[in-house]
């Protein structure tokens, strides 16, 4: 039996954030303020993700470059 999962419901507002989160991250070129605009949208998607998710900061990493 495959395993189901629920889709998302991630709000209008914080879907914005991840947008502007993303363009603020592509602007910018010191690594280090990069990582924390990458660590501070996974703690934005982590409250609106179900409990346990694991989801690192590599993760979000990627899904700014694979939505560049």
């Not at 303020?33 to 703690?43: S, V």
Request: hydrophobic share 45%.
């Amino acid at each position: 039996m495959p395993i189901t999962r629920r889709p998302l419901e991630i709000p209008p507002e914080v879907a914005r954030q991840f947008a502007a989160n993303m363009r603020a991250f592509h602007a910018e070129y010191d690594a280090l303020k990069r990582d924390g605009i990458a660590a501070n949208t996974r703690h934005i998607l982590l409250q609106h993700m179900p409990k346990g998710t694991k989801l690192r900061l590599a993760d979000v990493l990627e899904l700014f470059e694979l939505m560049r």
